[in-house]
């Protein structure tokens, strides 16, 4: 079975703290994924990454960044968090590279962490 | 982009009732999953069902794609089927997009 690991399921932080939130993934995937998700809105991608250093942008990266220095890692920061940021993050992973790269393309399902409930105060 | 959208929003149902949940799209898609998200917050993967027909125990899916649509079965109800329901759809080279949810809850 896929297993995607987020670092923790619940965090409180200040504003103006610079925020890490970790995703690990043990199944040699190529993309990695984090979402945001608030009531009313739905999941919302923030970044994606098809390959290590490799990343793009989502609906909303606005106060976000992200890093793949490693396949199987890929951590959210919030530069300066805001009470704005206060959401459940989900991270997520699937097998091929969304961006091609001469490869063929291959429909693969994502598989999901069990989320981060981040409180900004 | 593409345009999600599923019905209905919200369901009330009794314990040991059927379900239909349903969800369009508004162009071809090469992905298409259906998840379930407990109301611990963690998102379970139910259907990757981009066409055709899949059954895993009470609940089965059907994807028509030629039509845009596709619908989630919940027979036989549970309150463990409790939570919200997310159609997830891909079109070619793109992320996931994620309808708003339908929001069940069964009753004992």
């Known amino acids: 079975d896929v297993k995607v690991t987020q670092s923790s399921r619940y965090l409180v932080k200040r504003t103006g703290e610079k925020v890490f939130l970790e995703c690990v993934q043990d199944m040699d995937h190529e993309n990695m994924f984090w979402y945001r998700q608030d009531p009313g809105l739905g999941l919302r991608l923030i970044y994606f990454s098809y390959d290590v250093k490799m990343k793009e942008k989502g609906d909303i990266p606005e106060g976000y960044s992200v890093s793949r220095e490693k396949k199987e890692r890929f951590s959210l920061i919030l530069e300066s968090a805001s009470t704005n940021q206060t959401s459940m993050y989900l991270c997520?992973?699937?097998?091929?590279?969304?961006?091609?790269?001469?490869?063929?393309?291959?429909?693969?399902?994502?598989?999901f962490g069990d989320g981060t409930r981040l409180s900004i105060l | 982009g593409i345009q999600v959208e599923q019905s209905p929003p919200d369901l009330i149902l009794q314990e040991g009732a059927n379900s239909t949940l349903r969800c369009n799209f508004s162009?071809?898609?090469?992905?298409l999953q259906w998840f379930h998200q407990n109301p611990w917050g963690q998102l379970i993967n139910l259907f990757y069902?981009?066409?055709g027909t899949k059954q895993n125990g009470r609940l089965s899916a059907t994807t028509v794609a030629t039509e845009r649509y596709s619908l989630l079965y919940i027979s036989s109800s549970q309150t463990t089927d409790s939570g919200v329901y997310f159609c997830?759809?891909?079109?070619?080279?793109?992320?996931?997009?994620f309808g708003k949810g339908t929001r069940l809850s069964v009753i004992a």
């Open positions: 162009d071809s898609v090469n992905n």
């Open positions: 997520a992973s699937s097998l091929w590279p969304v961006r091609g790269r001469g490869l063929p393309y291959s429909n693969q399902p994502q598989h």
């Open positions: 069902i981009p066409s």
């Open positions: 997830a759809v891909e079109e070619r080279n793109t992320p996931l997009v």
